[in-house]
């Protein structure tokens, strides 16, 4: 069983930054990547960031350029840097990570993150 914590969600004004903090422990399998997905009231789920194994990132197109994930190994930790944000960033976010042979994806809790204008 895989645990996500997740941090660093609030509020902050729109041009401001965010820096979102997942923390994975108790995988005795590889993962095989993690990512950031987000919620907004109304919407579906949908794929932010993410960062393989490997170290290949993909980005959704609204936040290319503004965002960054990183990763820390030995804290088995990943971060979304989120810089110019704007007021439809506004959603639940969270933390993603693809796990073993099977690819089985486990799920932080989310963090809401509100960009005010």
């Known amino acids: 069983q895989v645990q996500l914590v997740e941090s660093g969600g609030g509020l902050v004004q729109a041009g401001g930054s965010l820096r979102l903090s997942c923390a994975a422990s108790g995988s005795r399998f590889v993962i095989n990547a993690m990512g950031w997905y987000r919620q907004a009231p109304g919407k579906q789920r949908e794929l932010v960031a993410a960062?393989?194994?490997?170290?290949?990132?993909n980005y959704a197109d609204s936040v290319k350029g503004r965002f960054a994930i990183s990763r820390d190994n030995a804290k088995n930790t990943v971060y979304l840097q989120m810089n110019s944000l704007k007021l439809e960033d506004t959603a639940v976010y969270y933390c993603n990570a693809n796990v073993g042979i099977y690819g089985y994806n486990y799920w932080g809790q989310g963090t809401q993150v509100t960009v005010s204008s």
């Open positions: 960062l393989t194994f490997g170290g290949s990132t």
